[in-house]
C-alpha cells in the first residue's frame, strides 16, 4: 500500500513539475551539458574508428578512453534524500558511485546509471544496452523525478 501511496506521488509530482517549470542550477547545467557532450563524442568515436570507447569519471584521459569533469560543486553520486527515479525502483540498483560507460560501434554500449548532484537538486543518466539515453532531474520542491 505504501509504495502505490509513493508512486502515485511521484507520478503527481511529475505531472506538477511539467506544468511549474524551473529552471536548473548553472553548475548543473554546465554538467548537463558535458555528460551530452561527452556522450556524443565517445559514441562518435566509437563509430569512426569501429572500436569500443570507455567514459569514465574523474580519470584522466587516454587512448580509447574519455574523461567526465564536472564542473565545481557538482558531485558523483545520488544524495540519501533523493529516492531513486521510478524507472530504477524495481531495479535493484542503490549505488551511488559512477562505473565507466563502455560505447561501442553500431550504438551500443554497457548499461549503466550515473547520478550526480548540485545541494538539493540531482541528474540521473541512463544508458541501457542500445544506447538509449535518458537524463532525469530531480525537482526538490516538488519531490519527483522529470525528463530534462
Not at 71 to 92: K, T, Y
Not at 128 to 137: A, F, K
Request: hydrophobic share 40%; aromatic share 4%; with cysteine.
Amino acid at each position: 500500500m505504501r509504495e502505490s501511496t509513493n508512486r502515485l506521488l511521484q507520478r503527481l509530482g511529475r505531472s506538477a513539475a511539467a506544468l511549474l517549470p524551473a529552471p536548473l542550477c548553472p553548475p548543473l547545467r554546465a554538467a548537463q551539458s558535458e555528460l551530452r557532450r561527452s556522450l556524443h563524442l565517445a559514441f562518435r568515436l566509437a563509430t569512426t574508428h569501429g572500436r569500443a570507447v570507455v567514459l569514465e569519471p574523474s580519470r584522466p584521459a587516454s587512448e580509447g578512453r574519455l574523461s567526465v569533469r564536472l564542473p565545481e560543486g557538482v558531485c558523483w553520486g545520488r544524495p540519501s534524500a533523493v529516492p531513486l527515479p521510478p524507472s530504477l525502483a524495481d531495479s535493484g540498483w542503490r549505488n551511488g558511485h559512477p562505473q565507466p560507460i563502455t560505447v561501442m560501434p553500431q550504438r551500443r554500449a554497457s548499461a549503466n546509471v550515473w547520478f550526480l548532484h548540485h545541494g538539493r537538486q540531482a541528474l540521473c543518466l541512463r544508458l541501457d544496452l542500445s544506447g538509449s539515453v535518458e537524463l532525469l532531474r530531480y525537482r526538490p520542491l516538488l519531490r519527483a523525478w522529470t525528463a530534462c
